[in-house]
């Protein structure tokens, strides 16, 4: 029996779990912070259909070993479940790197005037070692700071 691995990450807000979920779903506020690459990089594509079936695109132009080239990296999903302002679950794949998809559900919590958000994606049993799971963690992490400051800014 495969066992798939669990990334896990949290994070608190100052604002409503309302203006949270939107921001995933809103593509003027999501290329801010979905999958860009911090200092180097920049969404150069960014649409997303909502709705349960509908699907995502975003594109992060990344610079190559410092200022040698540029790569795009696709990215791509397909909602499954949305239930405003409580959770967001989709197919996730990053084409670009592997066709496989996998899982990442958001559920927010509102919390008095802010909210708490717990991110899981579901790495699938083909996970390549420790380093995969840690860029994994990394990654969400810093797509959930560039959240907030994506949410402070608007």
Not at 12 to 18: G, H, N, Q, V
Not at 29 to 36: G, H, K, N, P
Not at 93 to 101: D, L
């Amino acid at each position: 029996m495969a066992v798939s691995t669990l990334v896990r990450v949290t994070r608190a807000y100052a604002c409503s779990a309302e203006r949270v979920y939107d921001a995933w779903l809103e593509p003027a506020t999501a290329r801010r912070f979905l999958f860009t690459t911090p200092l180097h990089g920049e969404v150069v594509r960014c649409e997303i259909e909502p709705g349960i079936g509908g699907r995502f695109t975003v594109v992060d132009r990344r610079s190559l070993n410092d200022g040698e080239g540029w790569l795009d990296v696709v990215h791509t999903g397909r909602f499954l479940q949305l239930d405003r302002p409580r959770r967001i679950a989709f197919a996730f794949a990053v084409p670009t790197w592997s066709p496989a998809e996998t899982t990442v559900i958001i559920d927010i919590t509102p919390q008095g005037d802010g909210c708490d958000l717990v991110l899981r994606h579901d790495l699938g049993p083909e996970v390549d070692g420790d380093a995969t799971v840690e860029r994994a963690e990394q990654g969400w992490t810093q797509m959930l700071l560039a959240l907030e400051r994506a949410l402070q800014d608007a």
